[in-house]
């Protein structure tokens, strides 16, 4: 049984930043694609960024290149998704993914809020 525990969100200022993290079980996420989708309030969920097995691929939406960056722990499982220069439009639950390939992923995590007061 696979599962994908988020954490790391929270209510930040807006200019501020967050880092999610997104541990993994039961599965080793070495071979994997990891993603991170948001779903704001009132709107269908959206990719974030993606990172291959070996963090030599990585894809960003363009509302967040340069502010967001997705890293890899494979050693412990993990990806991250460092937040700066958040804004309101930041604002959502954000969830972390697996899968062989972007954009196809399997197995989805169960979310994190992360808010953006202005």
């Known amino acids: 049984q696979v599962q994908l525990v988020e954490s790391g969100g929270g209510l930040v200022q807006a200019g501020g930043s967050l880092r999610l993290s997104c541990a993994a079980s039961?599965?080793?996420?070495?071979?994997?694609?990891m993603g991170w989708f948001r779903q704001a309030p009132g709107k269908e969920r959206e990719f974030v960024a993606a990172?291959?097995?070996?963090?030599?691929?990585?894809d960003y939406a363009n509302s967040v290149k340069g502010r967001f960056t997705i890293s890899r722990d494979n050693g412990r499982n993990t990806v991250y998704l460092q937040m700066n220069s958040l804004n309101a439009e930041d604002t959502a639950v954000y969830y972390c993914?697996?899968?062989?390939?972007?954009?196809?992923?399997?197995?989805w995590g169960q979310g994190t809020q992360v808010t953006v007061s202005s």
């Open positions: 990172i291959n097995w070996s963090g030599s691929s990585i």
């Open positions: 993914a697996t899968g062989r390939r972007h954009p196809n992923y399997d197995y």
């Open positions: 039961g599965r080793t996420l070495r071979t994997y694609t």
